[in-house]
């Protein structure tokens, strides 16, 4: 707002000043006023509910956000929690506090808040009981981040898109198992880890078939032994293998030809 009236006197002086001192000044009064109307407004204008929160007990505020939570209101239990995480930062709740935000950013789908939430979580928290959930959770708003849900309602195929949320995923899932193997939240992360897998083989897929398609043989013939190589349990191996052999043969290199051909007809023939 202050920038505005910086810029609005700039204005008034360039183009009035010199010209006509009378509507000058005239015009100076007119934007302090508007100015001062608009401060006014601004600090009178307050939010009924925010009212109400600077009202109520950390006590009576968390149990309103428990409440919208099992109801499913995730945008009100937010507005509570977020109330409650900024007037009581050392409450009794400040960690749970912390826990339902990310859970209830999550059903809400917002992604950048999720992340930086869990990110802070982490840092003030590194040896929490439930720190192992908040690894979890990062990996499944990341998976969320990746996932396009209208495609999925259209069965709109995009396994070309950028995959860095879904590597950023498995990397939250492996960290879960590496740092807390015998966490209840193992087995789904593991779960979890091969679809994205399948994802992150379907997406090498692509740029391999898109360097065939401008006959880059080499290139198209490296990405596809790296799904090999890097996620030989996929449902993606075969397409490698077929990739890789028409390249090599593209290519003039008939040993790697026969050997893909070997390993194609072993598991595939």
Known sequence: ????????????????????????KFARVALAGLITIAVTACSTNNNPEDVEFTKKSPE????????????GNFSKAIRSLEALDSRFPFGPHKTQVQLDLIYAYYKLEDIASGLANIDRFIRLNPTHPDI????????????????YMFHDLLDIDRTDRDPQNAIDAFKDFDKLLKLYPNSKYAADAQHRMLALKNRLAAYSIRVAEYYVKINAWTAAAVRAQSVLETYPETDSVKRALEIMIESYDELGQESLKANAEKVYQANFG
């Open 60 to 71: 009576a505020l968390y149990a309103q956000a428990r409440t919208s939570l099992e109801l």
């Open 1 to 24: 707002m202050f920038l505005f009236y910086s810029e609005m006197e700039k204005f008034l002086t360039i183009n009035l000043k010199e010209s006509n001192s009378s509507m000058y």
């Open 132 to 147: 192992d959930y908040v690894y979890y959770m990062r990996g499944l708003i990341n998976m969320q981040a990746d996932s």
